[in-house]
T-cell receptor, first 111, second 113 residues
Framework: DAGITQSPRHKVTETGTPVTLRCHQT?????MYWYRQDPGHGLRLIHY???????DKGEVSDGYSVSRSKTEDFLLTLESATSSQTSVYFC??????????FGPGTRLTVL | QQQVKQSPQSLIVQKGGISIINCAYE??????FPWYQQFPGKGPALLIA?????SEKKEGRFTISFNKSAKQFSLHIMDSQPGDSATYFC????????????FGTGTRLQVFP
Protein backbone atom coordinates (compact mmCIF):
# COMPACT_ATOMS: atom_id res chain seq x y z
CA ASP A 1 0.00 0.00 0.00
CA ALA A 2 2.72 2.43 -1.09
CA GLY A 3 3.94 3.46 2.37
CA ILE A 4 0.51 4.50 3.63
CA THR A 5 -0.97 3.40 6.91
CA GLN A 6 -4.37 4.15 8.33
CA SER A 7 -5.44 3.87 11.94
CA PRO A 8 -7.53 2.48 13.34
CA ARG A 9 -8.41 -0.17 10.77
CA HIS A 10 -11.76 -0.86 12.38
CA LYS A 11 -13.84 1.22 14.75
CA VAL A 12 -17.30 0.98 16.22
CA THR A 13 -18.65 4.08 17.91
CA GLU A 14 -21.92 5.56 19.04
CA THR A 15 -23.92 8.39 17.53
CA GLY A 16 -22.82 11.78 18.78
CA THR A 17 -19.26 10.83 19.73
CA PRO A 18 -16.23 12.45 18.10
CA VAL A 19 -14.01 10.24 15.96
CA THR A 20 -10.57 10.88 14.48
CA LEU A 21 -9.03 8.78 11.75
CA ARG A 22 -5.34 9.02 10.97
CA CYS A 23 -3.48 8.64 7.72
CA HIS A 24 0.30 8.39 7.80
CA GLN A 25 2.61 8.30 4.77
CA THR A 26 6.32 7.68 4.42
CA UNK A 27 6.54 8.78 0.75
CA UNK A 28 6.81 12.56 1.31
CA UNK A 29 4.00 13.10 -1.23
CA UNK A 30 2.51 16.57 -1.42
CA UNK A 31 -1.14 15.69 -1.85
CA MET A 32 -3.26 13.71 0.59
CA TYR A 33 -6.93 12.81 0.30
CA TRP A 34 -9.76 11.36 2.32
CA TYR A 35 -12.49 9.39 0.53
CA ARG A 36 -15.45 7.42 1.70
CA GLN A 37 -16.63 4.31 -0.11
CA ASP A 38 -20.26 3.24 -0.03
CA PRO A 39 -22.11 0.65 -2.14
CA GLY A 40 -23.52 2.24 -5.27
CA HIS A 41 -21.54 5.45 -4.81
CA GLY A 42 -18.00 4.46 -5.57
CA LEU A 43 -15.35 6.66 -3.99
CA ARG A 44 -16.35 10.15 -2.97
CA LEU A 45 -13.87 12.83 -1.96
CA ILE A 46 -14.35 14.27 1.52
CA HIS A 47 -11.40 16.62 1.92
CA TYR A 48 -7.94 16.89 0.49
CA UNK A 49 -4.68 18.63 1.24
CA UNK A 50 -2.11 20.12 -1.12
CA UNK A 51 0.44 20.89 1.56
CA UNK A 52 0.96 21.39 5.26
CA UNK A 53 -1.97 23.39 6.63
CA UNK A 54 -3.43 23.71 3.11
CA UNK A 55 -6.71 21.87 2.80
CA ASP A 56 -9.88 22.10 0.75
CA LYS A 57 -13.32 20.58 0.68
CA GLY A 58 -14.41 17.75 -1.54
CA GLU A 59 -17.78 16.54 -2.72
CA VAL A 60 -19.09 15.28 0.63
CA SER A 61 -17.40 17.43 3.29
CA ASP A 62 -20.38 18.21 5.55
CA GLY A 63 -19.85 16.78 9.04
CA TYR A 64 -16.11 16.28 8.52
CA SER A 65 -13.03 18.34 9.26
CA VAL A 66 -9.36 17.71 8.52
CA SER A 67 -5.97 18.84 9.67
CA ARG A 68 -2.48 18.48 8.33
CA SER A 69 0.25 19.80 10.61
CA LYS A 70 3.01 17.61 9.14
CA THR A 71 3.66 16.38 5.61
CA GLU A 72 3.26 12.78 6.68
CA ASP A 73 0.01 12.98 8.64
CA PHE A 74 -3.53 13.81 7.56
CA LEU A 75 -6.29 13.56 10.14
CA LEU A 76 -10.01 13.23 9.45
CA THR A 77 -12.37 14.18 12.29
CA LEU A 78 -16.05 13.49 12.63
CA GLU A 79 -17.07 16.06 15.22
CA SER A 80 -20.30 14.26 16.15
CA ALA A 81 -20.65 10.94 14.38
CA THR A 82 -23.98 9.99 12.77
CA SER A 83 -25.19 6.67 11.39
CA SER A 84 -24.96 8.09 7.85
CA GLN A 85 -21.19 8.28 8.35
CA THR A 86 -20.93 4.52 8.64
CA SER A 87 -18.62 3.73 5.76
CA VAL A 88 -15.19 2.59 4.69
CA TYR A 89 -12.73 5.47 4.67
CA PHE A 90 -9.70 5.54 2.43
CA CYS A 91 -6.73 7.81 2.51
CA UNK A 92 -4.79 8.43 -0.70
CA UNK A 93 -1.57 10.23 -1.54
CA UNK A 94 -0.18 11.75 -4.72
CA UNK A 95 3.17 13.27 -5.59
CA UNK A 96 2.04 15.70 -8.30
CA UNK A 97 -1.67 15.09 -8.64
CA UNK A 98 -3.31 12.60 -11.04
CA UNK A 99 -1.79 9.31 -9.86
CA UNK A 100 -3.21 8.55 -6.45
CA UNK A 101 -2.16 5.68 -4.22
CA PHE A 102 -4.56 4.37 -1.64
CA GLY A 103 -4.16 3.12 1.91
CA PRO A 104 -5.75 -0.06 3.29
CA GLY A 105 -8.88 1.66 4.58
CA THR A 106 -10.71 2.12 7.89
CA ARG A 107 -14.08 0.51 8.44
CA LEU A 108 -16.18 2.77 10.66
CA THR A 109 -19.51 1.75 12.13
CA VAL A 110 -21.66 4.33 13.91
CA LEU A 111 -24.40 2.77 16.02
CA GLN B 1 -23.43 15.30 -8.93
CA GLN B 2 -21.97 12.20 -10.53
CA GLN B 3 -20.04 13.20 -13.62
CA VAL B 4 -18.61 9.80 -14.52
CA LYS B 5 -21.10 7.05 -15.29
CA GLN B 6 -19.86 3.46 -15.16
CA SER B 7 -21.51 0.29 -16.43
CA PRO B 8 -22.29 -2.48 -15.87
CA GLN B 9 -22.64 -2.61 -12.11
CA SER B 10 -21.65 -6.28 -12.12
CA LEU B 11 -20.18 -8.61 -14.71
CA ILE B 12 -19.76 -12.36 -14.86
CA VAL B 13 -17.27 -13.77 -17.36
CA GLN B 14 -15.96 -17.23 -18.04
CA LYS B 15 -12.24 -17.86 -17.78
CA GLY B 16 -10.53 -16.96 -21.03
CA GLY B 17 -13.25 -14.55 -22.06
CA ILE B 18 -13.11 -10.79 -22.59
CA SER B 19 -14.34 -8.47 -19.85
CA ILE B 20 -15.50 -5.02 -20.96
CA ILE B 21 -16.34 -2.17 -18.60
CA ASN B 22 -17.55 1.17 -19.90
CA CYS B 23 -17.44 4.71 -18.58
CA ALA B 24 -18.86 7.96 -19.91
CA TYR B 25 -18.33 11.49 -18.75
CA GLU B 26 -20.58 14.50 -19.01
CA UNK B 27 -19.84 17.94 -20.34
CA UNK B 28 -16.85 18.78 -18.15
CA UNK B 29 -13.47 18.49 -19.83
CA UNK B 30 -11.20 15.84 -18.36
CA UNK B 31 -7.59 15.17 -19.26
CA UNK B 32 -6.58 12.02 -17.40
CA PHE B 33 -8.47 8.74 -17.15
CA PRO B 34 -7.19 6.05 -14.76
CA TRP B 35 -8.65 2.68 -13.90
CA TYR B 36 -8.36 1.22 -10.43
CA GLN B 37 -8.65 -2.40 -9.30
CA GLN B 38 -9.83 -3.24 -5.80
CA PHE B 39 -9.79 -6.63 -4.09
CA PRO B 40 -12.04 -7.27 -1.06
CA GLY B 41 -10.65 -5.73 2.12
CA LYS B 42 -7.99 -3.76 0.24
CA GLY B 43 -7.59 -0.24 -1.03
CA PRO B 44 -7.96 0.53 -4.76
CA ALA B 45 -4.77 0.12 -6.78
CA LEU B 46 -3.92 1.98 -9.98
CA LEU B 47 -4.17 -0.45 -12.90
CA ILE B 48 -3.73 1.56 -16.08
CA ALA B 49 -4.34 5.13 -17.22
CA UNK B 50 -4.72 7.09 -20.46
CA UNK B 51 -4.63 10.68 -21.61
CA UNK B 52 -6.96 12.02 -24.35
CA UNK B 53 -4.21 12.45 -26.94
CA UNK B 54 -4.23 8.70 -27.62
CA SER B 55 -7.14 6.42 -28.48
CA GLU B 56 -5.82 3.23 -26.96
CA LYS B 57 -3.32 2.04 -24.38
CA LYS B 58 -2.39 -1.56 -23.71
CA GLU B 59 -0.56 -3.08 -20.77
CA GLY B 60 -0.46 -6.86 -20.86
CA ARG B 61 -4.00 -8.19 -20.90
CA PHE B 62 -5.49 -4.80 -19.99
CA THR B 63 -6.44 -2.22 -22.65
CA ILE B 64 -8.06 1.19 -22.34
CA SER B 65 -9.98 2.44 -25.36
CA PHE B 66 -10.78 6.13 -25.46
CA ASN B 67 -13.34 7.90 -27.67
CA LYS B 68 -12.96 11.63 -27.14
CA SER B 69 -15.85 12.71 -29.39
CA ALA B 70 -18.27 10.36 -27.61
CA LYS B 71 -16.81 11.18 -24.18
CA GLN B 72 -16.47 7.48 -23.43
CA PHE B 73 -13.67 5.21 -22.34
CA SER B 74 -13.59 1.53 -21.60
CA LEU B 75 -11.44 -1.16 -20.02
CA HIS B 76 -10.96 -4.46 -21.82
CA ILE B 77 -9.50 -7.45 -20.00
CA MET B 78 -8.41 -10.09 -22.45
CA ASP B 79 -8.15 -13.76 -21.48
CA SER B 80 -9.88 -13.03 -18.16
CA GLN B 81 -8.64 -15.09 -15.21
CA PRO B 82 -10.22 -15.95 -11.84
CA GLY B 83 -7.51 -13.78 -10.25
CA ASP B 84 -8.99 -10.78 -12.09
CA SER B 85 -12.13 -11.07 -9.97
CA ALA B 86 -12.32 -7.70 -8.24
CA THR B 87 -14.12 -4.39 -8.35
CA TYR B 88 -12.97 -1.96 -11.02
CA PHE B 89 -13.35 1.80 -10.88
CA CYS B 90 -12.88 4.26 -13.69
CA UNK B 91 -11.99 7.84 -12.85
CA UNK B 92 -11.37 11.16 -14.56
CA UNK B 93 -9.36 14.22 -13.67
CA UNK B 94 -10.79 17.64 -14.62
CA UNK B 95 -8.63 19.71 -16.95
CA UNK B 96 -6.69 22.32 -15.03
CA UNK B 97 -7.45 20.57 -11.74
CA UNK B 98 -4.89 17.81 -11.78
CA UNK B 99 -5.08 17.13 -8.07
CA UNK B 100 -8.61 15.69 -8.13
CA UNK B 101 -10.19 12.51 -9.41
CA UNK B 102 -13.89 11.86 -9.95
CA PHE B 103 -14.71 8.18 -9.69
CA GLY B 104 -17.35 6.01 -11.31
CA THR B 105 -19.53 3.82 -9.11
CA GLY B 106 -17.59 0.62 -9.74
CA THR B 107 -18.05 -2.71 -11.52
CA ARG B 108 -17.82 -5.99 -9.69
CA LEU B 109 -16.19 -8.55 -11.98
CA GLN B 110 -16.43 -12.26 -11.32
CA VAL B 111 -14.46 -14.64 -13.52
CA PHE B 112 -15.47 -18.28 -13.25
CA PRO B 113 -13.20 -21.17 -14.20
Amino acid sequence: DAGITQSPRHKVTETGTPVTLRCHQTENHRYMYWYRQDPGHGLRLIHYSYGVKDTDKGEVSDGYSVSRSKTEDFLLTLESATSSQTSVYFCAISLQGHEQFFGPGTRLTVL
Amino acid sequence: QQQVKQSPQSLIVQKGGISIINCAYENTAFDYFPWYQQFPGKGPALLIAIRPDVSEKKEGRFTISFNKSAKQFSLHIMDSQPGDSATYFCAASPSGNTDKLIFGTGTRLQVFP
